[in-house]
């Protein structure tokens, strides 16, 4: 079993390699600021479970210890209690140096020991374990081999393992954020860790850019940019730098949304005639198909994750409401009444329930789709563009404190809010990026 688990992370590590290679060309190409996010974490989960992150062996002279990278995710989550481990009169980095007795005493129900061991190519070794100290026995262990440059993400990575292992739900350390950083005049669309840290700029402009949308497979954004004086849509491959316009019909392009398989985008154009409508197109810009036809303005499309039909916002009403329509068209079907404003839905993983913005002051509100049963999980304050974590625990989404714009989260019950902020400029539009395929 650990071999096979061995083999499964070592192919998505170099898998998510692969794109953080990417992201450091990227950094080369459109230098960014070199700042990081700032988090700020209110609240916890109803019960947390108790852990500690032993420091590993070795791991001082690294430019940040992974043990701290590792506690840091799982407090972020508001899910776990952080056991201080320099109460233990031992600090373990393997399986027969855990005196379990002592940390059941501090009140740890597991522990994560590791060490690091450079290699004669510059290259290190990272081995990790994740103790349950109440049955005395090992839960998971991996090793891995990386650049001291891929250390963070392999910090990630174990943390990953950690959460899912002491959850049963996928850890979501690992993934990637996209959003636009506003600096006066100046607007980047940036990538960063889930955490915040290492952002790289994408895209400027001294023009809007907005809507930036993630590829199922995480290697493509597409996003909406006024450069040519106008909104149109383009894709860009974070692989290689390389994007090319999807839509720039006359009129406005706005909005974009991908496909489950990643072939094709939903999109609100106003083409033929002055309001938007919802089209779907193909990722290279052809094969345009509308599906609404209704007397007001559709926008902000988002696709069922089984892709089968596609929710949107539509004032046809009278004011704006979420609606569902099947991916192929046909009629639409109203999904909200509560309150007179209701906008910019996202689907959830699971398709179970979906995210939008509730009221005018902007609350994040969670709907289910089979008893449409509404949970508020936000006071307001002009919060907007929710987006869905890939498991489906977290929601990222814009709002503002001192009429300036931040970025911050909220766990899908509520109960767990965390602030993003920059001292560099404001930050809008976030979008979660996806969990990478093993494969």
Known sequence: MILSNLFK???????????FQAFLLSALIFPGALYALTIEIVGSGANQIP????????????????????????????????????????????????????????????????????????????????????KNSQIAGFSYTVSSAEMRLTAHKIADIVYEKLTGDVGVFSTKIAYVLVSGKRYELQVADADGYNPHTILGSNEPIS???????????????????????????????????????????????????????????????????IYTINADGSGVKRLTYSNGSDSAPSFSPDGKSIVFTSDRGGSPQIYRIAADGG?????????????????APDGKSFVFVHQIDGRITVQDMATWQIQVLTDGGKDDSPSFAPNGKMIIYASE?????????????????????TTTGEVRHPAWGPLLKTQ
């Not at 992370?9 to 898998?15: G, I």
């Not at 392009?253 to 489950?260: I, L």
């Not at 509560?338 to 910019?344: I, K, L, Q, R, S």
């Open 9 to 19: 992370e070592t192919k998505l590590l170099q898998n998510m390699k692969r794109i």
């Open 211 to 277: 809507f930036p949308n993630w590829s199922p497979d995480g290697t493509r954004l597409a996003y909406t940019s006024f450069e040519s004086k106008k909104p149109v849509v383009y894709v860009q491959s974070l692989l290689t730098g390389k994007r090319s316009v999807v839509a720039q019909f006359k009129g406005n392009n706005v909005t974009p949304a991908w496909s489950p398989d990643g072939q094709k985008l939903a999109i609100a154009l106003s083409k033929d005639g002055h309001a938007l409508q």
């Open 51 to 134: 852990v500690s992150i032993v420091p590993f062996a070795a791991e001082k002279g690294l430019a940040q210890p992974l043990s701290e990278i590792v506690a840091a995710d799982l407090q972020r989550s508001g899910l776990f209690k952080l056991i201080d481990p320099s109460r233990s009169r031992i600090q373990p980095s393997q399986p027969t140096e855990v005196v379990a007795p002592e940390w059941r005493a501090l009140g740890a129900e597991a522990i994560v020991i590791g060490g690091v061991t450079p290699r004669p190519d510059g290259r290190l070794d990272v081995q990790f374990r994740l103790m349950d100290v109440v």
């Open 331 to 347: 009629d639409a079907a109203r999904l909200t009444f509560d309150g007179n404003y209701n906008t910019n839905a996202r689907f």
């Open 401 to 421: 404190i001192g009429g300036r714009g931040v970025l911050a989260a909220v766990s899908s019950d509520g109960r767990v809010k965390q602030r993003l902020t």
